[in-house]
């Protein structure tokens, strides 16, 4: 029997499926677009004008970031991965944000199919000890890629040489808890002056903070156009007040109705977003105007329904019903039972206000 020590790193990416791989490396070979071409030139002169500066004298150097505003489509991800490619060669490490961790996956593919084993992610769903083997391996300059979330930016990278921050505008970038409490943008500008960095924002939808500073400073970048040129989605603008005067309550809109009956009719799918949860925004009193509240946060209770299943699976309209659920703070948790009395006035005058997903599903 020989006994013999053998270190095994872990790896973020081991179990990134090869066809992800595979598809991101048809998307490498395809030509740049005029508007990306022009964009990309822009920022590899400008990277490279910065990093050819001594470490003094960028060190102290105030940070102005791009901003790259593209539609969706534009082609955005090619021209981060060109500038991340310009880094690269300058002997520079990259750091590329991204909102969420579910946008991860697909990068990881283009960028492990560009970078190969350069590459390694960073965010909370990866366990302690994939987070540490990765410290170490970009400490050790075998990683030079890093893609991450939020919490990405407070890694260290030797010799960075530019911060993407894809849809800079997500409030997901915003850390307000637990501690520490930042926001990666502002941390991206602070880190990228002590290390001499570039900093690229991009978004299709920009922060108008960011928005107005780059204007201001003349750092702005614009692909107006999809590529190949394809048409944008089509988007109709509904003005509901023209429905409730003609004497139409329902909370979908005769073209939204006709609509969702025309894509069943053709066995299609229909989706619909709204970004309120429970049933109804918030409780009041029609009587003295008492609105329910959290007792931790000073704001409005959300209620939320049970909502009851009738024969066939269709759920049933509550109007006429006692009310069933609970009234919830979706800011700390708090809950309070639902009651069918002013807690200020005691009347029975009790109603909700606003749209939620429930009321939407019932409708």
């Known amino acids: 029997i020989i006994a013999y020590s053998e270190e095994v ?39 490279a004008e910065r990093l050819s500066l001594s470490p003094e004298a960028s060190l102290g150097e105030a940070v102005e970031p791009w901003l790259l505003h593209g539609v969706t489509g534009s082609g955005k991800t090619e021209v981060y991965l060109r500038l991340i490619t310009e880094a690269l060669k300058q002997g520079r490490s990259a750091l590329f944000l991204v ?23 960073w965010h909370s769903a990866i366990s302690a000890g994939e987070r540490y083997d990765t410290w170490r391996r970009l400490r050790s300059g075998e ?25 800079e505008h997500d409030g997901s970038y915003k850390q307000s808890s637990p501690s520490p409490r930042y926001n990666a943008r502002d941390v991206a500008i602070e880190k990228a002056r002590r290390t001499g960095a570039r900093v690229l924002f991009g ?23 999809r590529v190949f040129l394809q048409a944008m989605p089509k988007v109709t603008l509904v003005d509901m007040r023209k429905e409730f005067a003609d004497g139409k309550k329902a909370i979908f809109s005769s073209q939204l109705s006709r609509a969702i ?89 009790l109603k909700e206000s606003g749209l939620g997903t429930q009321k939407v599903e019932q409708e």
């Open 203 to 225: 978004s299709a939808t920009p922060d108008i903070v960011s928005y107005q500073r780059a204007q201001q400073s003349n750092r702005i970048l614009a692909m107006p156009n």
């Open 99 to 121: 909102p969420e961790i579910s946008l991860t996956p697909q990068l990881s593919g283009r960028l492990k199919s560009r970078f190969g084993p350069l590459v390694a992610v």
């Open 261 to 349: 009956d025309q894509r069943l009719e053709r066995q299609e799918q229909v989706v619909l977003l709204i970004n309120r949860r429970g049933f109804a925004n918030h409780v009041f009193c029609q009587l003295c105007g008492h609105v329910v509240k959290c007792k931790n946060c000073s704001v409005t209770l959300t209620l939320h329904r049970r909502l009851r299943k009738a024969e066939g699976g269709d759920a049933e309209k509550l109007d006429s019903q006692p009310p069933e659920g609970h009234l919830a703070c979706h800011h700390c948790g708090f809950r309070a039972s639902l009651k069918e009395e002013c807690p200020s006035c005691s009347s029975p005058f």
């Open 143 to 167: 990683v030079r890629v890093l893609l991450g979330a939020r919490s990405a930016i407070l890694a260290h990278l030797p010799d960075l040489g530019v911060i993407i921050l894809d849809e």
């Open 9 to 47: 790193q872990r790896d973020s990416l081991a179990s990134l499926p090869q066809a992800f791989i595979e598809r991101a490396a048809k998307d490498n070979s395809l030509p740049l677009t005029a508007e990306q071409s022009h964009v990309f030139e822009v920022l590899k002169r400008d990277l």
